[in-house]
C-alpha cells in the first residue's frame, strides 16, 4: 500500500527553527509537495521538489532525498503565524497525489 | 481575481437528506478534484475529472456524485448513501492532472444530524 508518515504534533519557540519530516512509500514518484493549512481554511502551496536536494524560498525550505524516500521542510525565523498544520504530499505514479495526516505546528511566545 | 470558490462555507443537514456542494473555477483549469478532511487524516480524494463530460471515481467515491457540464463547475453531491457525511470538503483543480500544483477553494464544512 502507499503510506506518508509525519509527525502528529510539534512544538517550536519564536524565532526558532523546526524541521518536519516526512517519510514516504508510493507506487512510483512524480514530484513531493508541502502545503501549510491554518485551521479551518484551504491548503496553500508552499514547495514542490522532484529532484534531491534543497530548495530555499524565504524563511522556508524543503528538502529531497528519493532514494530514502524522505523529505523535510524547514521553516526559519518563525513567527507566531506560522502556527499551522503542514501537509507532505507525493505525486505517484499515476499522477494521484497521495496525502499525509499533516503536522500540526504549535508556536510559542 | 482569479481562484475557486466553494459555497456556502458552512452547511448542515438532516439525515437521509441529499445535499449539493458547489465549486467554481475562473483559473482555466482543466483538472478539478474533490476530497474530504476528516480530523487526524490526510485529505482523501472522492472524485476527480480530466476534461468537461469526464470524471474518474477516486478511493472513496461511495454514496457520492458529481458531474462537470461546464469546463468552470465541478458540484458534488453527498447523497442519503453516504453513512458518515460530515466533513469538511475541499474543492481543488490544476492545469491539467499532470502539472504540479492544485489550487483549493476554502471549503464547505458539512454537518449533518
Known amino acids: 500500500g502507499q503510506n506518508i508518515d509525519q509527525p502528529t504534533e510539534m512544538t517550536a519557540t519564536e524565532g526558532a527553527i523546526v524541521q518536519i519530516n516526512c517519510t514516504y512509500q508510493?507506487?512510483?514518484?512524480?514530484?513531493l509537495f508541502w502545503y501549510q493549512q491554518h485551521a479551518g481554511e484551504a491548503p496553500t502551496f508552499l514547495s514542490y521538489?522532484?529532484l534531491d536536494g534543497l530548495e530555499e524560498k524565504g524563511r522556508f525550505s524543503s528538502f529531497l532525498s528519493r532514494s530514502k524516500g524522505y523529505s523535510y521542510l524547514l521553516l526559519k525565523e518563525l513567527q507566531m503565524k506560522d502556527s499551522a498544520s503542514y501537509l507532505c504530499a507525493v505525486l505517484d505514479s499515476n499522477y494521484q497525489l497521495i496525502w499525509g495526516a499533516g503536522t500540526k505546528l504549535i508556536i510559542k511566545p | 481575481d482569479g481562484g475557486i470558490t466553494q459555497s456556502p462555507k458552512y452547511l448542515f443537514r438532516k439525515e437521509g437528506q441529499n445535499v449539493t456542494l458547489s465549486c467554481e473555477q475562473n483559473l482555466n483549469h482543466d483538472a478539478m478534484y474533490w476530497y474530504r478532511q476528516d480530523p487526524g487524516q490526510g485529505l482523501r480524494l472522492i472524485y476527480y475529472?480530466?476534461?468537461?463530460?469526464?470524471?474518474q471515481k477516486g478511493d472513496i467515491a461511495e454514496g457520492y456524485s458529481v458531474s462537470r457540464e461546464k469546463k468552470e463547475s465541478f458540484p458534488l453531491t453527498v447523497t442519503s448513501a453516504q453513512k458518515n457525511p460530515t466533513a469538511f470538503y475541499l474543492c481543488a483543480s490544476s492545469i491539467d492532472l499532470e502539472r504540479e500544483q492544485q489550487y483549493f477553494g476554502p471549503g464547505t464544512r458539512l454537518t449533518v444530524t
Open positions: 521538489n522532484v
Open positions: 475529472s480530466q476534461i468537461v463530460n469526464d470524471f
Open positions: 508510493t507506487s512510483g514518484f512524480n514530484g
